[in-house]
């Protein structure tokens, strides 16, 4: 008998409302503000963040994932800015202290690096690319790329085994990062959620220092019934 193909779908959220039925945030955390432009986090003080995700519903089986994007625009951004955006398993204040994850992070200077965490594979990656502040970009993270080589010396591994991330100002070319090492979430076989922060790594940060997300999309697969 031959094997049935998966259906692919595409869920999208658009942040051009209050209260998007989808994400909650913290009741401890700096409220998002909407926008005609998207959802806007942004915190001024240390030991604060402001953040949306999706109440723990982890809705998206790793295994059925097949890549997240973001439509996003880094805001006023400032020496201390500390912004995340990507997938989890849980929330916690501090993103990288979630269980699970696949994270783009990005810092005030512009600087992106790639971070996964499979609770075995703690994995971080400084990509070769700069966010323009206030500009508008797009990001993915990618769970499904065919196999990947990592030279020399390495090996070849595709799917969640080597997580694929890429960044670009929108209406560019997108621009897939040189991995240097599989960013492998092979260990973790559970379900994920959107989570996107804004916190700081000091003290204070221009009143608006953030990041606006517009859309936010995740093509996965359905299970079959």
């Known amino acids: 008998m031959p094997s049935l193909s998966k259906q692919l779908h595409k869920a999208s959220y658009d942040f051009f409302k209050a209260n998007n039925e989808d994400f909650t945030t913290d009741s401890g955390a700096v409220a998002p503000t909407y926008t005609s432009e998207g959802v806007s986090l942004a915190v001024t003080t240390d030991s604060t963040n402001s953040v949306i995700y999706q109440n723990d519903l982890l809705f998206f089986d790793i295994d059925l994932v097949k890549r997240v994007e973001f439509l996003f625009k880094p805001k006023d951004l400032d020496a201390d800015s500390v912004i995340h955006l990507g997938m989890a398993s849980d929330y916690n204040s501090d993103p990288t202290?979630?269980?699970?994850?696949?994270?783009?992070?990005?810092?005030?200077?512009?600087?992106?690096?790639?971070?996964?965490?499979?609770?075995?594979?703690?994995?971080?990656?400084?990509?070769?690319?700069?966010?323009?502040?206030?500009?508008?970009?797009?990001?993915?993270?990618?769970f499904s790329a065919g196999v990947q080589s990592i030279s020399p010396p390495g090996s070849s591994i595709g799917g969640k085994g080597s997580v694929q991330f890429s960044i670009?100002?929108?209406?560019?070319?997108?621009?897939?990062?040189?991995?240097?090492?599989?960013?492998?979430?092979?260990?973790y076989s559970a379900g994920l959620q959107i989570l996107c922060n804004a916190a700081l790594s000091g003290s204070t940060a221009s009143p608006s220092a953030g990041v606006i997300i517009q859309r936010i999309e995740v093509e996965h697969e359905l299970p079959n019934s």
Request: charged share 25%.
């Open 168 to 187: 670009s100002e929108s209406g560019t070319n997108r621009h897939a990062a040189r991995m240097t090492k599989h960013m492998d979430m092979s260990n």
């Open 97 to 142: 202290a979630t269980a699970a994850h696949a994270f783009l992070k990005i810092l005030g200077d512009g600087t992106v690096t790639a971070e996964t965490d499979d609770g075995t594979n703690d994995l971080s990656e400084l990509l070769e690319y700069t966010v323009t502040s206030n500009a508008w970009h797009r990001a993915s993270i990618d």
